[in-house]
């Protein structure tokens, strides 16, 4: 109970402001520190107690077949080293999902009783207080370190995102809420900590904004008064519940409308945001209908989000590039497939139907868990889980399966000597697993410094650094090509880059940096043919990314460098059309425009782009190439629309006298 109790607290307060990324990979390496610990002490019972250790439930084969699932997945998905760890910022790979079947397994196994659950609660609660005495010293400005500059943000407490702060806190307030609506023996004793825990819960919620949240205190309301019918009350108290539930809604409602979480609720009702989140859930089900069965690899959103991004939503604006659905139901089905989704979907009904059964055995704390799972997986409906909360759910199966599994008897596999050997062996294992992660932790760290370094040659030592400590990872080798890059040496940071686009195919970005520094070795008459790795990796970079409007405004500079100006030309006009609201992507028209050796294409491609944004520098792209053309009417018609729009303009005027204007 204890390496489960330190676990969960750790999961929620570690965090390291010298790391690249400061929250989740700290949380999960502390996590898996202390699942190696959480496994030997599974082994060392096994060992002692034998079968008796482990109480029987189907849950286990539930359990077992998300597991199975998700590692069938990884061993299928697109990119396994990703699927396997999970993506850079979230660490939701198979390691995770293994780490929190343990967890599960172990709370499973080891929680018999009140006096456990009151052990964990304890932990639980502390940690709650220490993350609001934080938050409560960030919205202060007394943070010591320095996170965002968004004040509505800057309360995120040890979660770094106050999205999984409030998934956190909705759970607590379901939690405090299921107390205080039991009856026990011990009601005084809990009432105070749980009207504590939960005002402090509503209070942080009402400020942060994060509208999920409603969604799962609805849950958690509507989940209590279903385990009060459930367990037979009478009806006039159900009615006396029903009419005390609408009353809170009612009054909460009002409470919550001066707030900024009420704010931005009422912004969502009038379709703020919608087309974003409708976006995101478009991609997953396309993601989802192209890999059906196992999906693309666990965490592996980033992977596909490229390949599904459609033309309307980048000319809408929407580019924001996403690593999560946004939804655990559609998270599972286009990661997982439909395979994993299935055993995810039987685990929680499981689980549920399990815990109906545990409100005869033990009501305070199975109303609890069923309150937790309720508030858990409706607001999770919404928005992103991450390491910090994910947690949850696996302990609540946990706690199905001690609540409902029945033991048996059975005997142990080793005595005497061999039973201190086995143990021996046991602890060596947890401690060389549990500071196995120390690397990744240091090539964090390494990253972090790489960002602030004085200059390219510790730029270049720092990112060596990194890749030497955790060379899988395909951001610290793009630091290194990067360092490598600012250090002259383009051969190197172009063998580099290839390697990064190895090891992630689907990043666009990585394709357009190598194209970079091929055209720097092209510009340096260096051997081999750089200028076709050029081109060539720019013409990679829309493919894998075509609707994103960067990834061919990236094509159209490298084009232009090498002298390619109708290719230069062409990829502009195609930037433009995917982000017309974007006046920056006009000079890349302009530049190419004038040296361009097809000015018909040309001007044919560029005329339709003023209908939609009619700027000076698109009337000076038409004039040069209508100046090709010898059309010296229509260069003088679009030189004077290009100082109507922008009076002034020296090319504009140029150009108008050469056209004898």
């Avoid at 770094?160 to 009601?187: D, H, K, P, Q």
């Avoid at 931005?264 to 890999?291: K, P, S, W």
């Avoid at 040496?489 to 580099?496: D, G, I, K, T």
């Avoid at 100082?643 to 140029?654: D, K, T, Y």
Wanted: glycine residues 10%; contains cysteine.
């Amino acid at each position: 109970m204890l390496a489960v109790t330190a676990k969960i607290a750790a999961i929620v307060l570690v965090f390291d402001p010298y790391a690249d990324q400061s929250f989740d990979l700290p949380k999960s390496l502390a996590s898996r520190a202390f699942e190696w610990v959480l496994v030997a002490l599974l082994v060392a019972g096994a060992l002692r107690h034998g079968r008796a250790l482990v109480p029987r439930s189907r849950l286990w084969i539930a359990l077992a077949a998300v597991v199975a699932a998700t590692g069938l997945s990884t061993v299928t998905a697109e990119v396994p080293y990703l699927a396997l760890y999970g993506d850079v910022s979230r660490y939701l790979g198979l390691t995770h999902t293994v780490d929190m079947a343990v967890l599960a397994a172990s709370v499973g196994v080891a929680f018999r009783g009140r006096r456990d659950w009151a052990l964990l609660a304890s932990g639980v609660a502390f940690a709650l207080l220490v993350a609001v005495a934080y938050s409560i010293v960030q919205g202060a400005g007394r943070d010591p370190v320095g996170w965002l500059d968004d004040p509505r943000f800057q309360r995120s407490s040890t979660f770094g995102n106050t999205g999984f702060f409030a998934e956190f806190l909705v759970v607590i307030v379901a939690v405090c809420a299921a107390i205080l609506s039991m009856r026990s023996g011990r009601w005084p004793l809990l009432a105070v900590p749980a009207s504590l825990c939960g005002a402090l819960g509503l209070a942080l919620l009402a400020g942060f904004g994060a509208r999920s949240s409603l969604l799962g205190l609805a849950a958690a309301a509507v989940s209590l008064f279903v385990v009060l019918v459930w367990r037979g009350a009478s009806r006039r108290r159900a009615i006396a519940a029903s009419l005390a539930a609408a009353g809170l809604v009612i009054v909460l409602g009002g409470l919550l409308s001066q707030t900024f979480l009420g704010t931005r609720a009422a912004a969502t009702l009038t379709g703020a945001g919608l087309a974003e989140r409708v976006a995101i859930y478009r991609v997953a089900l396309a993601a989802t209908a192209a890999r059906p069965v196992l999906g693309w690899g666990p965490d592996s959103v980033g992977v596909f989000e490229p390949v599904f991004h459609n033309a309307q939503e980048e000319r809408a604006g929407i580019t924001v590039k996403n690593n999560s659905a946004h939804d655990w139901v559609l998270q599972a089905s286009s990661t997982t497939g439909l395979a994993g989704l299935a055993a995810l979907v039987t685990l929680v009904v499981a689980t549920f139907t399990a815990l109906r059964r545990a409100l005869d055995r033990d009501a305070l704390v199975a109303t609890a868990l069923i309150a937790a799972y309720a508030a858990f997986l409706t607001s999770s409906l919404t928005t992103v889980t991450a390491v910090s909360s994910a947690w949850i759910p696996w302990t609540v199966t946990g706690g199905a399966i001690a609540l409902t599994g029945r033991l048996t008897g059975g005997h142990g596999l080793s005595q005497g000597r061999w039973g201190v050997v086995a143990a021996a062996g046991l602890l060596i294992l947890a401690i060389a697993g549990a500071s196995s992660g120390r690397t990744a932790l240091e090539a964090s760290r390494a990253m972090h410094a790489f960002r602030g370094a004085p200059d390219p040659g510790a730029a270049l030592g720092l990112a060596e650094m990194a890749v030497t400590m955790d060379g899988g990872r395909p951001l610290y080798r793009d630091a290194l090509a990067h360092a490598l890059f600012l250090n002259g040496r383009f051969r190197e940071a172009a063998a580099v880059y290839e390697e990064v686009t190895r090891r992630a195919p689907y990043d666009a970005q990585g394709w357009e940096n190598l194209a970079r520094a091929q055209v720097r070795r092209a510009l340096a008459n260096e051997a081999g043919d750089p200028r076709a790795g050029a081109l060539a990796a720019a013409a990679r970079a829309t493919e894998v990314a075509p609707n994103d409007a960067s990834a061919h405004a990236g094509r159209s500079a490298v084009a232009r460098e090498l002298g390619e100006y109708d290719l230069a030309l062409r990829e502009g006009v195609a930037a433009i059309a995917l982000r017309p609201r974007d006046p920056e992507l006009d000079a890349l028209v302009a530049a190419a425009a004038g040296p361009a050796t097809d000015a018909t294409a040309g001007r044919a491609a560029v005329e339709p782009l003023v209908a939609v944004r009619d700027s000076a520098t698109l009337r000076i792209a038409l004039a040069r190439l209508s100046l090709t053309l010898q059309d010296q009417t229509a260069v003088r018609r679009h030189a004077a629309r290009a100082l109507q729009i922008e009076p002034g303009n020296q090319e504009a005027e140029r150009l108008l006298k050469q056209a004898g204007g």
